[in-house]
């Protein structure tokens, strides 16, 4: 079946520290790929998206790229900041928009 | 515009009670969905409403969840009779057709806990 599988947290970095989390998939077909945030007291927003092999997500700084030869869509940012500080969610989505995510990754960042 | 609410934000019950989650969605969008987070896990999908007709309940868990989407328009998720394994994060969404295309804007979630 469809599943996504993303980095245990909570990830602790210091502001403007590089960031990655990895995020892998099983699908059958192409799937859509997405990430998305929970900032505190919030609800989800959508951060990035690729629908197709090899396109680049970006937004924010953030980046992420459809690799389907290692099924993966790891996010990326150069460079943290404290309001980054939050829950991140990679997802696929297929058939009748369902998305299917991961289990989240915290993301805690210190100054 | 306003975006997707949910109503109550937190609703703490004993087990064995009922409970009524609402979602508002944006309006105008006739895709809504129900997801949920068990205990820091991954969220899952409950169930999907195209206007008052429910498209996808394959993720619904049992037959103690009950949806309804009255005239396509606000949704209720109710839970009767609750029990322990159903805290957790209610999360509601919705989208604009054609929904192969249309991003899902998601609602603040609902915590329930029950006791």
């Known amino acids: 079946g469809n599943s996504v599988t993303q980095m245990e947290g909570p990830v602790t970095l210091s502001e403007e520290a590089f960031l990655t989390i990895n995020c892998t998939y099983t699908a059958t077909g192409y799937p859509s790929l997405f990430w998305y945030v929970q900032y505190p007291g919030e609800g989800l927003q959508l951060l990035l998206k690729?629908?197709?092999?090899?396109d680049k997500g970006s937004n924010k700084g953030f980046e992420a790229t459809y690799r389907k030869e290692t099924t993966s869509f790891h996010l990326e940012k150069g460079s943290v900041q404290v309001s980054d500080s939050a829950v991140y969610f990679c997802?696929?989505?297929?058939?009748?928009?369902?998305?299917?995510f991961g289990a989240g990754t915290r993301l805690a960042v210190h100054p | 515009e306003a975006g997707v609410t949910q109503f109550p934000s937190h609703s703490v019950i004993e087990k064995g009670q009922t409970v009524t989650l609402r979602c508002d969605p944006i309006?105008?969008?006739?895709?809504l969905y129900w997801y949920r987070r068990v205990m820091g896990k991954e969220i899952k999908f409950l169930l999907h409403f195209v206007k008052e007709s429910k498209q996808d309940e394959s993720g619904m868990p049992n037959n103690r969840f009950l949806a309804e989407r009255t005239g396509g328009t606000y949704s209720t998720l109710k839970v009767q009779p609750a029990e322990l394994e159903d805290s957790g994060v209610y999360f509601c969404a919705s989208s604009q057709d054609p929904p192969g295309f249309g991003e899902q804007f998601f609602g603040p979630g609902t915590r329930l806990t029950v006791l």
């Open positions: 690729a629908t197709k092999a090899d």
């Open positions: 997802a696929l989505r297929r058939g009748y928009n369902k998305l299917i």
């Open positions: 309006s105008g969008h006739d895709n």
